[in-house]
C-alpha cells in the first residue's frame, strides 16, 4: 500500500459527525440523506410522506422496476437472471438457500473464513450435510485460502462462501470454487463496490446497509436454472419463486429501504459513474488508511495478512486495550466514530463503503500519525515482547 499525504490534524477535523466509518449500517451518500429528509414530509408529485405511499401504487411499482433496471445495468445481468428485493438480511438467506437446495440425502461446500461464515454453516444441517472446503478457524481467521487450498466436491449440492469478512478485515480478490457446481456468494459487505463477473455465479445475495442503502432490503440475484431446480416445498414467504412471480411485492415489503437503494444506485450510476470508478475510488481509500498502518513501524499492527486485505472493512490493533480505548475515544472527538472493532475480537475497525469518502479516509489517516506522533513511547514491532 501507498503512503498517504497526511493531512495535519488541525486541519479540517471537527467535533461533528461528519466522518461515518460504521460497520453497518453504514454511510449514505450526502446527497441522498437530503432527498429522504425532504420526502420524509412530502414526495413531490405524490402529495404524500414518502413513509405513507401504498406499496401497490403505481409510484411504488415504478420504485422497484427503476430498481431493478438499474442493478442490472451496473452488474450487466441479462434475462436469464432474477432481481429479488426481500427482507430479512443474510441471516434468513443463510436458512433459505439449503432449504431451497440441499437435499436431506446430499451436502453442499462451505467455506468457513470467519464470522459470518461460521454463522451461515449452522442452518444448513437441517437440511442436509455440510462439508468444510477450507476451514480458517486453526489459523485464526487472519487469512483465506487459495484455489489449491480448497477440498472440493464436483458433485455438491452447490458451493458457497462470503466474499467479504466485515469483523476480520477479509476479501476475496479471485472467485474460488469450481465452474462446474452451483456458486453460490453472500457479498453484502462488498455488493457494488467493485465490478463482479456475474457469468460464474448462480445466486448472489446482500444485505443493503453496508454500501447501498439502509438496513431493511435484501437483495437476492438468482439465475432461472436455480428458480426450476427447488428441490421441496417450504413456506410461502421462504420461496423464490413467489417473490419472482410477485415482482418483490409479495407481501408488504421495506418500501422506505427500497426507495432509498434507488437513490444511491442513481447517484452510483450518475455522480460516480459506475462500478470501475467506484472501485479505483475504494482502492485509494483503502490505500489512505492501510498506508497510515503499514508506515507505522508496528505502532498500528493489521489483522489480516497483507494479500487477503478487505478494501471494505481495514482491521488493527494497537499495543493493548487501553491505548485502543484511547484511540476511540480521541478519534470520537476529532468527528472520526463508528471505528469500534466487532465485539468477538475487539480492536479497531474502519469500515470504508461506497459512500464513505476520500476526504474523510484522509482525515483518518491523519489523526492516526498525529496520535502515533503523541504516544511515541508505546512499544512498536521492533521492541514490543
Known sequence: ????????????????????FSAGPGSLPECVLHQLSAELLEVSD???SLLGISHRSDWFAAVVSETEERLRRLLLLDADWHVLLLQGGSSLQFSMIPMNYLAKEASADYLKTGYWSRRSLQDPLLFGAVRLAWDGEPSGFTCLPS??????????????????ETVEGLQFHSIPGLDGVPRFCDMSSDFLSRPVPVDRFDLIYAHAQKNIGPAGLTIVLIRQSQIERQLRQVPSMLDYRNHRNAHSIFNTPPTFAIYATLLVLRWLEGDVGGLEPMAARNERKADLVYGAIDTSHGFYRGFAVPENRSLMNVCFNLANESLEHTFLSEAASHGLLGLSGHRSIGGIRASLYNAVSEASCQQLAAFMAEFQARHPSTPTSADAP
Open 1 to 20: 500500500m501507498t503512503n498517504p499525504e497526511v493531512i495535519p490534524a488541525s486541519e479540517g477535523l471537527t467535533a461533528c459527525n461528519t466522518h461515518n
Open 46 to 48: 405524490q402529495s404524500l
Open 147 to 164: 484455489q489449491a487450498d480448497l477440498d472440493l466436491d464436483p458433485e455438491a449440492s452447490y458451493f458457497h462462501y462470503i466474499s467479504n
